[in-house]
């Protein structure tokens, strides 16, 4: 019923909508033709990720304009057992005003307009994108699906068990991350069979035992593609592994971050589909994605799953808008991104929970991003003293229109 209803209001575009998108838009329908002002506490995902663009793009279009809205924040509930969510208060109606206000931590601050996102900016929509719309960048997929229901996957003591007893099958393994291995630098072990011949793996029953067990699963699946891989049990569903070094950006990661960890892999470490892959980038792709001015897209134009932000590559990768920097600023960013590096090796046996932790970010690598971050704006031509985050998002959003309007 409730699918039914968002595509009465919005049409095919209804469904990657949450139903409270249904309210905004009957209440703009009941206000039209009056001077009847509106506003809702709602979850912050009506102005955030792929929903912005469906919902706004169709109110807008009947002549809505947000007269006030209080950024994303933190709603406890009064129960004992306290259920926690992130909500947003935007107030609109039809009536256009040079004055409008956006509430931060409480504080107004007039703005001569509010876009979706809640920024002082234009109307832009941020959709789905397959490339990247700056044509120098470097493209992002996500890394290998194993659909195996946990099989091919060893934990550090099932995989330690598993060798004391069968030593020569190392070779079967490789060390494997998802989003949380990753953020905690403990990478576990996956079966990875390629190219190994059959009589070798039937040399290890449990083994066989899983590879069946793969098979299984996968012949239950409701989808005809997954089906078809229960003849092929050795391999993952897909095979995402680069053959060089590439950077890691986890899909899910903590909101308290200002920034969201990332770091070079290499191949002999396979991630899997919650790890977000750039080839063939190095210290330079690494800057820029590392810093305040990426951070301040991402938290913009992301989903988040409950406080966390949600890296989407289509939504927040492909339509970062790039700089186009001189030379010299180019060099700058790969030292001040190596610098980063180096700040973290001070640390080798802590996690990145612990690193990019707001009360425990040591000082040589809270510098080492500063310095970055400065690299980076001044690439950019921003103001490094006077411009605020949304100013910044301001700035791309600007510099998106103009790389999108390139395309047409």
């Excluded at 060798?163 to 630098?185: E, N, Q, V, W």
């Excluded at 003293?385 to 301001?394: F, G, I, L, P, R």
Aim: hydrophobic share 35%; aromatic share 12%.
């Amino acid at each position: 019923d409730q699918k039914a209803e968002k595509r009465e209001l919005f049409g095919d575009s209804g469904g990657i909508l949450d139903y409270v998108a249904c309210w905004y838009k009957k209440a703009s329908i009941y206000m039209n033709h009056t001077h009847i002002k509106a506003a809702f506490v709602s979850t912050n995902s009506v102005c955030q990720g792929e929903q912005a663009a469906p919902l706004w793009k169709k109110i807008f279009e009947d002549g809505i304009y947000i007269n006030f809205a209080y950024r994303s924040f933190k709603w406890e509930s009064e129960a004992s057992k306290k259920a926690t969510v992130y909500v947003v208060i935007v107030g609109f109606s039809y009536d256009k005003s040079d004055k409008n206000y956006i509430f931060e931590s409480n504080r107004p601050i007039a703005v001569s307009h509010i876009n979706a996102y809640l920024v002082e900016a234009e109307d832009i929509f941020i959709e789905k994108r397959n490339k990247p719309v700056s044509r120098n960048a470097a493209s992002m997929h996500r890394g290998s699906q194993s659909t195996d229901d946990g099989n091919f996957i060893f934990t550090d003591i099932e995989y330690n068990e598993f060798i004391s007893k069968y030593p020569a099958a190392t070779c079967l393994f490789k060390k494997f991350m998802m989003g949380k291995d990753f953020i905690d630098r403990k990478p576990r072990y996956c079966l990875w069979l390629i190219g190994v011949s059959p009589s070798e793996i039937k040399k290890y029953p449990p083994i066989m035992n899983r590879i069946s067990k793969i098979s299984k699963f996968r012949r239950k699946s409701t989808k005809a593609t997954t089906r078809k891989k229960a003849d092929t049990p050795t391999l993952f569903d897909e095979n995402q592994q680069p053959s060089a070094n590439y950077i890691a950006i986890p899909e899910v990661s903590s909101g308290n971050r200002r920034y969201v960890p990332m770091d070079f892999m290499t191949p002999e470490v396979v991630v899997g589909n919650k790890i977000r892959i750039v080839e063939n980038a190095g210290l330079y792709e690494f800057g820029i994605l590392t810093s305040n001015v990426h951070m301040a897209w991402m938290r913009a134009v992301c989903g988040y799953y409950g406080p966390s932000y949600q890296y989407s590559i289509n939504i927040v990768y492909n339509n970062f808008p790039w700089p186009t920097p001189a030379n010299d600023q180019k060099e700058k960013i790969k030292k001040t991104a190596q610098a980063i590096l180096d700040a973290r090796a001070l640390y080798p046996n802590n996690s990145f929970a612990d690193l990019y932790d707001p009360l425990t970010m040591p000082p040589e690598l809270q510098k080492a991003h500063t310095e970055n971050d400065r690299a980076v704006m001044k690439a950019y031509g921003f103001n490094i003293k006077e411009m605020s985050e949304a100013d910044c998002v301001a700035a791309l959003m600007k510099l998106y229109k103009e790389k999108t309007s390139e395309d047409k």
